[in-house]
């Protein structure tokens, strides 16, 4: 089973605060991917990473920057949080290539920013 | 833009059968992916489409017609436990794997 995780289910922080939201996948996947959810938007995609050390910006990547190190770790950073940052933030990842791969998700985080 | 569009909610009764619905910009069209989202989860994958037809998976089907950039998720015997959101999204070429997400259907099934 693959298997997605992420550091907190629940996080609080304060406005100006430097965030860091960590996911880990266990199936060395090459893809994984940074997503905001939001009622009435959906999923929007924040940053994606292909390789180690490769990133490449979503849809909506202003306030955020992105790390990977290592093959099986994403960290998505708030530099400096702001309310409307507020939201459910969901990693995904999903193998390379030609074929049709499904995205698997991790539980999620739910961040305040107060 | 690369616009997904689905109905924001929809209720069914038990035991029914219910599509929804998804249109999709067919230009760099390159594969439509359904998950279903329980409220406070995270997305579970239930099928995918590349090819125009029907894909059938146990209780749940889903359909594409690339030409009319449309796709729906059929959805037999509703059981309670299926009230969640159900999300489409689509792969464009050129991206990667990445995909791109419609604001998803809340479906409430009732007695």
């Known amino acids: 089973d693959v298997k997605v995780t992420q550091s907190s289910r629940y996080l609080v922080k304060r406005t100006g605060e430097k965030v860091f939201l960590e996911c880990v996948q266990d199936?060395?996947?090459?893809?994984m991917f940074w997503y905001r959810q939001d009622p009435g938007l959906g999923l929007r995609l924040i940053y994606f990473?292909?390789?180690?050390?490769?990133?490449e910006k979503g849809d909506i990547p202003e306030g955020y920057s992105v790390s990977r190190e290592k093959k099986e770790r994403f960290s998505l950073i708030l530099e400096s949080a702001s309310t409307n940052q507020t939201s459910m933030y969901l990693c995904a990842s999903s193998p390379i290539g030609q074929g049709l791969y499904e995205q698997y998700f991790g539980p999620g985080t739910r961040l305040t920013v107060t | 833009g690369q616009n997904i569009d689905q109905p924001t909610e929809m209720t069914a009764t038990e035991g029914a059968i219910v599509q929804i619905n998804c249109t999709y910009q067919?230009?760099?069209?390159?594969?439509l992916f359904w998950y279903q989202q329980h409220a406070g989860e995270a997305p579970t994958f239930l099928s995918y489409?590349?090819?125009?037809g029907l894909e059938e998976k146990g209780r749940f089907s889903s359909f594409l017609s690339r030409s009319k950039g449309y796709s729906y998720l059929l959805l037999k015997e509703l059981q309670m436990k299926d009230s969640a959101s159900y999300l489409c999204?689509?792969?464009?070429?050129?991206?990667?794997?990445?995909?791109?997400f419609g604001t998803g259907t809340q479906l409430k099934v009732e007695l």
């Open positions: 990473s292909y390789d180690v050390k490769m990133k």
């Open positions: 489409n590349v090819l125009d």
């Open positions: 999204a689509v792969r464009f070429t050129g991206g990667g794997n990445k995909l791109t």
């Open positions: 067919t230009s760099g069209f390159n594969g």
């Open positions: 199936m060395d996947h090459e893809n």
